[in-house]
């Protein structure tokens, strides 16, 4: 190519457009000789312009009771390529249930799906692109911000509702019920209780609001009675401990699921919805969305899993001591979910569903103590141990409290980096944001 002139003023503009012409003129007729006769240069443009057009991104928030088979389906995709596409994301993620509330994004080209990503959880997202004829999937997890908030309220009429009041997330809402639930019966709450708690909040780089993190400290007092739980390190995975530095949880997850309140209580006698008869409730009902998953309360072995009559898609496991769980009316049972299988307290056993005689989407949650029905609310799971280093832990709980009584304002502020670097390094939270 040669090189163009550089023109300085006025004088020589005209002379400077003029040849810029002939140069441009002589190049458009050199590629359109050596072009095929339809026109090179228009084809080539053109051809950009329609893949532009053709182009599209979206992003759908999945809907209770959909799938992907039906989301790709009334996108026009015929079954053969919605199982490929379907397969492709199982084999990179396994097996899993699309949960409502969850992101699908899909990106097409020319009429034809190029990307499907789903985004499994709030830390982990799947994605299968076509690579010419064929799929690749993969996972890749989710970037996010961690900070600390501290929060505070005061019980009027339910502890739900002050939390809420609070602005505290449902999650932990359910998580401090589940560890403080050892020591204090929210059944009893009553007006001018008061409670206090320290969590991480989690925000994409975005800026969108993700799942919040871990309880990081939980406490309410009734009267004259404290009831305290502490996320701690002491030396394996971290575990809640109780203000006296016993493990809380070792036993049974009080709740299994994340709910939005209970529906039926543990009952001798209780007038069923469907039947229309008086029954006995040997469990609790906790209301859902279909999808949500449900996780073993304790570490245990399956001892069933599959239909069971009334209660539908169901799974029981035993635990130590003579203890076994059931959890009903499941949408689905997680793969893998067989008698004799070993399952860790925390592990996704299915996802709340409405199968059997069930009037809208909730988990039954059994609790047994060698073949008696216990109410899992309020049975005493005893299953605890002391913390490695007392000493320690008492440190530990008394910055946690400090810190909390210093940020609790009417809009809590976040807790500086100074107070994480004040803990011990193995009892700092986490506050490393995920990388890609």
Same mark, same amino acid.
């Given at each position: 190519m040669w090189p163009l002139p550089v023109c300085r003023g006025k004088e020589r503009?005209?002379?400077?457009?003029?040849?810029?012409?002939?140069?441009?003129?002589?190049?458009?007729l050199l590629l359109c000789l050596a072009a095929p006769s339809t026109g090179w240069a228009a084809k080539r443009s053109g051809g950009r312009a329609s893949i532009q057009a053709s182009s599209k991104s979206e992003r759908h928030v999945v809907m209770p009771g959909e799938t992907l088979t039906s989301i790709l389906s009334a996108r026009g995709l015929q079954s053969g390529e919605i199982i490929r596409w379907d397969d492709a994301m199982r084999t990179a993620a396994g097996d899993f249930v699309l949960s409502p509330g969850h992101v699908v994004r899909l990106e097409f080209r020319g009429g034809s799906l190029q990307r499907l990503s789903y985004e499994v959880d709030d830390c982990v997202r799947v994605v299968v692109e076509r690579h010419g004829r064929s799929l690749r999937g993969k996972t890749e997890p989710l970037q996010a911000r961690v900070r600390m908030v501290a929060r505070e309220g005061v019980v009027t009429k339910t502890f739900s509702l002050a939390a809420r009041q609070a602005a505290i997330p449902d999650a932990i809402v359910s998580k401090m019920a589940d560890v403080l639930g050892w020591e204090f019966d929210f059944?009893?709450?009553?007006?001018?209780?008061?409670?206090?708690?320290?969590?991480?909040?989690?925000t994409s780089i975005d800026g969108r609001p993700l799942a919040p993190g871990k309880l990081l400290a939980a406490e309410i007092r009734s009267g004259k009675r404290v009831a305290q739980a502490f996320f701690y390190n002491d030396g394996d995975d971290g575990v809640y401990v109780d203000g006296k530095g016993r493990t809380i949880g070792n036993g049974f997850l009080r709740f299994p699921v994340e709910f939005s309140r209970i529906t039926s209580h543990f009952s001798r006698q209780r007038?069923?919805?469907?039947?229309?008869?008086?029954?006995?409730?040997h469990g609790v009902?906790?209301?859902?969305? +279909? @999808?949500?998953? $449900?996780? #073993? +309360? @304790?570490?245990? $072995?399956? #001892?069933?899993?599959?239909?069971?009559?009334?209660?539908g898609n169901q799974v029981e496991i035993r635990h130590e001591n003579g203890w076994t769980t059931t959890y009903a009316h499941l949408k689905a049972i997680a793969p893998g979910m067989r008698p004799g299988r070993t399952v860790r307290q925390g592990e996704i056993i299915g996802w709340v569903g409405q199968t059997g005689l069930a009037t809208g989407p909730h988990l039954h949650f059994g609790l047994f103590r060698n073949g008696e029905y216990q109410n899992p609310l309020t049975a005493r799971v005893e299953l605890r141990r002391?913390?490695?280093?007392?000493?320690?832990?008492?440190?530990?709980?008394?910055v946690l409290l400090r810190q909390i009584s210093v940020l609790v304002r009417p809009t809590p502020p976040v807790v500086p980096d100074v107070v994480v670097a004040a803990l011990p390094p193995s009892l700092r939270p986490a506050m490393v944001s995920l990388q890609p």
């Open positions: 503009s005209t002379m400077y457009h003029a040849q810029r012409k002939e140069w441009v003129a002589l190049l458009v059944r009893r709450v009553r007006p001018g209780d008061r409670f206090r708690v320290l969590y991480e909040e989690r007038f069923h919805p469907v039947l229309q008869v008086q029954r006995p409730h009902d906790f209301a859902a969305p +279909a @999808g949500t998953p $449900v996780r #073993a +309360a @304790g570490d245990g $072995v399956v #001892a069933s899993a599959g239909w069971e009559g009334d209660y002391e913390v490695k280093d007392p000493q320690r832990f008492a440190q530990a709980k008394q």
